[in-house]
């Protein structure tokens, strides 16, 4: 049974500082790439990073390039997202995903390419 499971969610000002974590177990995590996507209410999941299986390639939105980071561990089967001057317009549920077929690229970046989702963590920013 796959599971994904993130932390590391919370309530921050704007500027502020987050690091994410997911952590997975049942599936060959190596082989995998894996993303982040965050959701607001009655709107679609959105593309926030993600990171091919060895780390070697990483693909972030433009909304978040340059102040969040995504990472891999592949001997602790996790990955995590560095968020940084966060702002308002961040505030989500923030969830990782695993993909199998972009694990060389990193590029599958709509919610309906990856297979395997985590239960969400809450990130609030306050202005």
């Known amino acids: 049974q796959v599971q994904l499971v993130e932390s590391g969610g919370g309530l921050v000002t704007t500027g502020g500082s987050l690091r994410l974590s997911c952590a997975a177990s049942?599936?060959?995590?190596?082989?995998?790439?894996m993303g982040w996507f965050r959701q607001v209410p009655m709107k679609e999941r959105e593309f926030v990073a993600s990171?091919?299986?060895?780390?070697?390639?990483?693909n972030y939105a433009d909304s978040v390039k340059g102040r969040f980071t995504i990472s891999r561990d592949n001997s602790k089967s996790t990955v995590g997202l560095q968020m940084n001057s966060l702002k308002p317009e961040d505030t989500a549920v923030y969830y990782c995903?695993?993909?199998?077929?972009?694990?060389?690229?990193?590029?599958?970046?709509?919610?309906?390419?990856?297979?395997?989702w985590g239960q969400g963590t809450q990130v609030a920013v306050s202005s």
């Open positions: 990171i091919s299986w060895n780390g070697g390639i990483t």
């Open positions: 049942g599936l060959a995590f190596s082989n995998y790439a």
């Open positions: 995903a695993a993909d199998f077929s972009s694990r060389t690229t990193a590029q599958a970046i709509h919610w309906t390419e990856y297979r395997y």
